[in-house]
């Protein structure tokens, strides 16, 4: 698995021009002076500034993404992964060299932290190409991280391996097991409805995040290094080991090594990230009760490979693919329940007929062997097998209808059944800032049987399609004991968060999508049975008010990077990408 790296002979020779071109180590990507050896000495020169000798300087760079930051406690242990992976990386023969990104921590990012996605994505990228490295390590962990830096990785494509820092442990309120974020928000909903105390949620708030990590159930980042696992861009066994683990800095080690063997390889995200491998990270993605957010992630990894995520396709094979882990927000358990489950080996040799077992890993074996060498099952009752599932289908629908012509998606396995197939009258709000002003009013007329609809929260109206597609229940509905109704809107919801709730409507309403013409009083119509949302009106009343909408502007006053977005985000059902960092061409469709 370790590569034995040999010093470079050509490193004791005088670098000409001809050495400035070769493309390892310290002399590729030379800065542009016209003069390659010049490049390469003032680079060698400054360098040596640092302390580093000749010897150490003709090894192969390894780039470590340093992540860390202390407005993202999520990724609070990346000062001891980094040592752990420099360590990897030594032992294997390799410099390892880090260097910082942008690091997004979901709740402490304005507007929200999808609207500063793609930017890490382009840092990350950048990075990749700008500075000399032969292979980097990717510490991402936080929601948005992961998927940012797969995007620019692939792009890049430089040999690359995800690391994630891994989840937080639980905690314990008046001995009962909490962890973010699912807890967070139950608590939260028991407090809006009088069920508890304000000394009560101000008790628990210091018990929902016991330790640094990332949130301890099945939201998006727990999905997002599940897919990063199944995708082979992670070592087996890399998604699961808790933050604070003696496993996950062995992990991180082993990742060092891991990219140095990579190298001689040349192991590319371009050879990793196949067709099949993100049709294995959809599979894991619906087996494991995954966030909705990692379909628009996963879209975005794949758009940037020519790998057109189909919708429709997708929901055909969520049929088939039932959900096998009992975590929170479809089950009962917690990430480190799954890592003493065996993690996600467990999970894929369950569904292994389901996948596709030749795809290549970063070990340079397929998925298959992989498997096949992990340590043998034992008995646990954190992951079902295919003939006990937690839920029969996969954790996500996506449904269409005239309300979401380029569709919408549910995350069934964490709705109410009861209201799964329900019609009921709109309750409009044209925008976030409409639902601050009254969702509580106590004149609201609403009742528990509407729908709480929420317009301009998509890529474009909020900007950044935020995750307030969890859209609060009335405060005077909540005290009367209503925990769930039907919600639509064009943004999405946070991984960890349960309930019926329609999510990523498509076109979304600030683009002119038909959810801009619902008024409060029309009645809306849900059946995830036949996975259809839609306005109970005809198609000529439809296409009168689509009429009358006001044209949508096409330029704006906005300067920096908020104009860049707004210019160039796409919708849900491509990623929520930018236009100009998309693959030229789709060149191929999954699921197939
Ligand atoms: Fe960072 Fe949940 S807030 S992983």
New binding site residues.
């Given amino acids: 698995m370790t590569h034995n790296c040999q010093s470079d002979p050509s490193a004791d020779q005088p670098d000409t021009p001809a050495a400035a071109r070769s493309s390892s180590g310290l002399r590729q990507g030379l800065t542009n002076y016209g003069d390659e050896g010049f490049a390469l000495f003032l680079r060698k020169a400054f360098i040596k500034g640092a302390g580093y000798t000749d010897d150490v300087l003709s090894r192969p760079i390894v780039a470590i993404a340093n992540t860390g930051s202390a407005y993202n406690p999520?990724h609070g242990n990346a000062p001891q992964l980094i040592e752990a992976i420099k360590r990897g990386v030594m032992l294997a023969g390799g410099l390892p060299v880090e260097f910082p990104t942008i690091s997004i921590?979901?709740?402490f990012s304005h507007p929200t932290s999808m609207y500063l996605r793609n930017l890490m994505s382009m840092d990350t990228e950048e990075m990749i190409r700008a500075q000399p490295m032969d292979a980097v390590v990717l510490i991402g962990?936080?929601?948005k991280t992961v998927p940012a830096q797969l995007m620019g990785a692939a792009a890049a494509n430089v040999p690359a391996i995800q690391l994630v820092t891994g989840p937080m442990l639980t905690g314990s309120h008046r001995g009962e097991r909490v962890g973010?974020?699912t807890d967070c928000r139950r608590f939260w909903a028991n407090f809006r409805g009088d069920q508890i105390d304000a000394a009560e949620i101000d008790a628990v708030n210091n018990q929902l995040v016991a330790t640094v990590g990332?949130?301890s159930v099945m939201?998006?980042?727990s999905t997002m290094a599940c897919i990063a696992e199944a995708m082979g861009i992670m070592l087996p066994g890399g998604a699961t080991p808790p933050a604070v683990s003696a496993e996950r800095m062995r992990i991180a080690e082993k990742t060092g090594q891991q990219a140095v063997a990579m190298i001689g390889a040349q192991l590319t995200p371009q050879k990793i990230l196949t067709p099949q491998a993100v049709e294995n990270a959809l599979r894991v993605l619906l087996a494991t009760g995954g966030s909705t957010n990692g379909i628009i992630h996963l879209t975005a990894i794949a758009g940037r490979l020519g790998i057109r995520l189909d919708l429709q396709r997708l929901d055909h094979i969520a049929r088939q693919t039932p959900v096998l882990v009992d975590l929170k927000p479809s089950g009962q358990h917690y990430m480190e329940d799954l890592h003493r489950a065996g993690g996600l080996t467990t999970v894929m040799r369950r569904m292994r007929h389901l996948l596709h077992l030749d795809a290549l890993t970063v070990t340079g074996r397929t998925l298959g062997e992989e498997l096949d060498a992990a340590p043998a099952d034992f008995p646990q009752d954190i992951v079902r097998s295919m003939q006990n599932p937690i839920y029969p289908e996969g954790g996500i629908a996506v449904l269409s209808g005239n309300l979401a012509p380029r569709g919408a998606i549910i995350k069934q396995s964490a709705a109410n059944p009861a209201l799964m197939e329900h019609s009921g009258r709109a309750v409009v709000f044209e925008d976030a800032e409409d639902l601050a002003r009254r969702i509580d009013d106590p004149d609201l007329d609403v009742h528990a049987d509407d729908v709480l609809v929420l317009k301009r929260i998509g890529p474009v109206g909020a900007p950044g399609m935020p995750e307030a597609g969890y859209i609060p229940i009335p405060k005077k509905l909540a005290r009367q004991g209503v925990k769930d109704m039907v919600r639509i809107s064009d943004g999405r919801m946070s991984g960890?968060a349960a309930g019926t709730i329609v999510l990523h409507v498509t076109p979304e309403a600030a683009v002119g999508g038909p959810l801009a013409i619902v008024r409060s009083g029309d009645r809306i119509r849900l059946s995830v049975a036949q996975r259809v949302v839609a306005l109970e009106m005809d198609d000529a009343q439809i296409a009168e008010r689509l009429a009358a909408l006001p044209p949508v502007a096409t330029e704006t006053n906005e300067r920096g990077y908020r104009k860049l977005f707004l210019r160039s985000v796409t919708q849900a059902d491509e990623g929520c990408d930018f236009d100009f960092l998309q693959a030229p061409h789709m060149t191929v469709s999954v699921p197939r």
């Fill in positions: 999520c921590a979901e709740s962990g936080c929601d973010a974020c990332t949130c939201g998006t980042a960890t």
